[in-house]
């Protein structure tokens, strides 16, 4: 019974590139939660997702960042145009569809940016 | 503005004594606790959850307490095991802001042999 995967763990990216992060969740969850964690911070909200659906993207910048979650495939977070401040570890979180306040968290991925 | 806070950073503990890990919050409308467990380069573990609408939940050597009145939680970990040294994080949601977990920032607690 596999767990929410995420790859890939690590990302070095240069200033001014994109990063794709991807999520997919545990079996039988159809709910994905982006969460960013700045370094000695706790995790912030980014963006709740279902299937083909975003739901709340309340945490996320307005510029650069995007998610999506199709039909068919994994969770995808994708950061556009780089910048330092974007180095984080970035953890995907997934839920029964019942129990969305019970989140299952992958194991991250830490993107550096050069 | 922090709507959940961890006010102690750091908490060491002997092997065979209690932990007690604490959390404070503001937002009232906050209905739903969890308590999350992390270790370096891992993604937090889910350890126990507690409703508004109770006081107290209980799974094997790890204890929630909710102090409603005084926005209060707390975390009672007996007896605590060299295994358990990790970040915990306190997490809150409220069932009128959709489904986003609000942690607080972690409290990383050692438990010496």
């Known amino acids: 019974n596999a767990g929410v995967m995420q790859n890939p763990r690590h990302l070095v990216r240069r200033r001014g590139q994109e990063a794709r992060l991807r999520c997919s969740p545990m079996k039988g969850h159809s709910h994905v939660y982006w969460y960013r964690q700045l370094p000695e911070e706790g995790l912030k909200f980014m963006v709740y997702?279902?299937?083909?659906?975003?739901?709340?993207e309340s945490g996320m910048p307005k510029e650069r960042f995007s998610a999506e979650f199709p039909k068919e495939g994994p969770s995808i977070l994708r950061i556009q145009q780089v910048v330092r401040g974007d180095s984080a570890a970035y953890f995907c979180?997934?839920?029964?569809?019942?129990?969305?306040?019970?989140?299952?968290f992958g194991p991250g991925t830490r993107l550096t940016v050069t | 503005d922090q709507q959940v806070k961890q006010n102690s950073p750091s908490l060491s503990v002997q092997e065979g004594r209690i932990s007690i890990l604490n959390c404070d919050y503001t937002n009232s409308m906050f209905d739903y606790f969890l308590w999350y467990k992390k270790y370096p380069a891992e993604g937090p573990t889910f350890l126990i959850s507690i409703s508004s609408i109770k006081d107290k939940n209980e799974d094997g050597r790890f204890t929630v307490f909710l102090n409603k009145s005084a926005k209060h939680l707390s975390l009672h970990i007996v007896p605590s095991q060299p295994g358990d040294s990790a970040v915990y994080f306190c997490?809150?949601?409220?069932?009128?802001?959709?489904?986003?977990?609000?942690f607080g920032g972690g409290t990383r607690l050692m438990v010496k042999p």
């Open positions: 997702l279902q299937k083909e659906n975003i739901i709340d």
């Open positions: 997490a809150a949601s409220a069932d009128n802001a959709g489904n986003m977990l609000t």
């Open positions: 979180a997934s839920s029964l569809p019942g129990l969305t306040y019970e989140q299952y």
